[in-house]
């Protein structure tokens, strides 16, 4: 129990009574001991893992862990709960960005690249799949009793990511406070996005180093890559490239796990962009559902029905880029990031601030999929078994079971 409180304790960045405090430095794993494995081993292991990663993050992590750590000892359990820790607060989905760290440490850059590759490949191909038969095939019109289902059970995907992200990075009022009011703000005010996670970051920074400014500190470093991110939200581009910097700005923002992407993509390929309607984009995220893949490869499908093949690859190809590029070549500095008792604070401002984001969309999600009793039924009880069962097929089979209740319920 004390091991399990001070690991709770790390990745939330206080002690054991709840009190910000800095972390110690983190080992790291020598990278300069890379080149162990070839590069077709390396590509062969990771495929196996993107060809078996069903059931969500939890478990992807738990099956790169016992092979990479367990097995293997290519790290101690401290280095691989250090870097876990650092890719949790820090964007993109951290299974595929472990997956990366992994395969650079056995066989350097091209092994972290063919590591990535392998891992999300097995994903991208079925996601890819679908959505040529999704568009081609018509299946939202051959199956909209089943989509119906799947739909609400999407709302019950969505809560429940909020309980897991609350657990993760919620651990004081002031946090709960700024989730709060992240919501508020986007479904009152309707403040974007960006806008709405800078604040969030730049609140609890201030209120972490509230002491800092009776002596006289006024400044704080933040990533330069976010006002970048705020140019190109102004800029008029062709089709293509819109829908690459959609995905890399997606991919730059997505505090805390794959399901954080889901805001920013709903904001901009539905509200925004009109690529696709609510009702499509929810088919999407509930497909990714039974996917062995990350749920982030939905955007794969968001890709596809705004620019047909090549919007597919160049949406994935944007969103996934930041989870390669910052393990292959920025691992030292992301964990000096990470711990920096200066920007740490924001970082984690931001987190909170995403899950009051996702809050905002499971509350549109949910009044645009529950119309009747029936698919308030199957979303309660998609919740209740999400939440009640931890295995590694339940995603699946909460998506498969509702889409039958779905079709069940209406043809009845």
Same mark, same amino acid.
């Given at each position: ?239 293509? $490239?819109? &829908? ?5 700005? !997606?991919? =730059?923002?997505? *505090?805390? /796990?794959?399901? %954080?992407? #889901? ?111 029936? $698919?308030? &039924? ?5 919740? !209740?078994? =999400?939440?009640? *069962?931890? /295995?590694?097929? %339940?995603? #699946? ?16």
């Amino acid at each position: 129990m004390q091991s399990l409180i001070s690991f709770t304790s790390l990745v939330r960045g206080t002690n054991t009574v709840g009190e910000p405090m800095p972390l110690p430095p983190p080992p790291v794993a020598p990278l300069s001991s890379a080149g162990h494995d070839s590069p077709a081993s390396i590509f062969l292991r990771f495929l196996k893992f993107g060809s078996l990663a069903w059931g969500g993050p939890a478990a992807q992590i738990a099956m790169i862990s016992k092979e990479c750590v367990e097995d293997e000892g290519w790290v101690d359990q401290e280095t691989f709960k250090k870097t876990l820790a650092v890719y949790q607060v820090l964007p993109g989905p951290e299974a595929h960005e472990l997956c990366v760290y992994f395969g650079r440490i056995r066989g350097g850059k091209l092994g972290g690249f063919l590591a990535g590759l392998g891992f999300m490949l097995p994903g991208f191909l079925l996601m890819l799949g679908f959505s040529v038969l999704y568009v081609k095939a018509g299946l939202s019109e051959r199956f909209e009793e089943a989509f119906f289902g799947v739909q609400a059970a999407v709302g019950a995907l969505m809560a429940m990511a909020i309980v897991r992200l609350g657990r993760k990075f919620i651990n004081d009022v002031p946090l709960a406070l700024i989730a709060i009011a992240s919501l508020a703000l986007t479904l009152g005010a309707g403040l974007s996005f960006f806008l709405v996670l800078v604040l969030a970051g730049l609140a609890y920074w201030a209120w972490i180093e509230r002491g800092l400014f009776f002596r006289g500190a006024t400044s704080v470093a933040l990533p330069g890559g976010w006002l970048v991110l705020g140019l190109l939200a102004a800029v008029s581009l062709p089709l293509g $490239a819109t &829908i690459f910097l959609e995905g890399l700005k !997606a991919g =730059l923002l997505t *505090f805390g /796990g794959a399901y %954080t992407v #889901v805001p920013f993509l709903q904001d901009v390929a539905v509200d925004n962009q009109g690529w696709l309607t609510n009702d499509e984009f929810l088919d999407g995220i509930a497909i990714s559902g039974v996917l062995p893949a990350p749920l982030i490869i939905f955007s794969t499908f968001v890709g596809y029905l705004a620019g047909g093949l090549s919007g597919a690859l160049l949406m994935t190809l944007g969103i996934f880029l930041p989870a390669f590029v910052l393990p292959i070549f920025f691992h030292h500095q992301l964990v000096a990031t990470a711990e920096n008792p200066v920007i740490r604070p924001f970082l984690l401002g931001v987190a909170a601030g995403v899950i009051g984001l996702i809050a905002a969309v499971t509350v549109q999600i949910l009044r645009e999929s529950i119309t009747d009793g029936s $698919a308030l &039924i199957i979303a309660l009880v998609s919740f !209740a078994v =999400l939440y009640r *069962f931890q /295995g590694k097929l %339940t995603m #699946v089979l909460v998506i498969l079971g509702a889409g039958i209740a779905g079709a069940i319920f209406q043809l009845v």
